[in-house]
T-cell receptor, first 112, second 117 residues
């Protein structure tokens, strides 16, 4: 069964305290793995797409990496404005429609 | 680039009425659009996939006669919640898939909060 599991469910950090969010996936053929950021009451904001194991992408304080079984979203020296829910989603290789399978998300709170 | 809008951003209606939500891709053509539903503190649940000019494909358990989807053009899809009831109250979010180079990426709208009294 196709599954995406994110951990932890919630994470509290002090400003400047680096950490990582995990996204483990089980799908029959990965076409792409996506990271989104969602603020309360808003739609998800696209962050990264990763396509193959070993790939890495960076954007400001965020860095996403991918292996054959999981992806990590590393947050370096976070700031309070990084507080949000981070969603991971995968697209199967057999999907022609682009359908995404979402994890439950990790809610990050960064305290000043 | 890749901006998706939704209208309205929130709506309150009486039980038994129908509500239409619009989803527009503002600066790109979207061959495929998706409609999601999100409950408080939960992740996104895909309701249906719509392709321009063809019938929508609904996920298992989603009533197609209750949630009518129309994708009339490459920039507009609509979701109509027919005969709405309080249990239909939720946050509805659309996304659009580009047909360009980054065709795998989906860009989301800001969401529509529906409250049925």
């Amino acid at each position: 069964e196709d599954q995406v599991t994110q951990s932890p469910e919630a994470l509290r950090l002090q400003e400047g305290e680096s950490s990582s969010l995990n996204c483990s996936y089980t799908v029959s053929g990965l076409r792409g793995l996506f990271w989104y950021r969602q603020d309360p009451g808003k739609g998800p904001e696209f962050l990264f797409t990763l396509y193959s194991a070993g790939e890495e992408k960076e954007k400001e304080r965020l860095k996403a990496t991918l292996t054959k079984k999981e992806s990590f979203l590393h947050i370096t020296a976070p700031k309070p404005e990084d507080s949000a829910t981070y969603l991971c989603a995968v697209q199967k290789g057999s999907s022609n429609t682009g359908k995404l399978i979402f994890g439950q998300g990790t809610t990050l709170q960064v305290k000043p | 680039g890749a901006v998706v809008s939704q209208h309205p951003s929130w709506v309150i209606c009486k039980s038994g009425t129908s509500v239409k939500i619009e989803c527009r891709s503002l600066d790109f053509q979207a061959t495929t659009m998706f409609w999601y539903r999100q409950f408080p503190k939960q992740s996104l649940m895909l309701m249906a996939t719509s392709n321009e000019g063809s019938k929508a494909t609904y996920e298992q358990g989603v009533e197609k006669d209750k949630f009518l989807i129309n994708h009339a053009s490459l920039t507009l899809s609509t979701l109509t919640v027919t005969s709405a009831h309080p249990e239909d109250s939720s946050f509805y979010i659309c996304s659009a898939r580009t047909s360009g180079v980054s065709y795998n990426e989906q860009f989301f709208g800001p969401g529509t909060r529906l409250t049925v009294l």
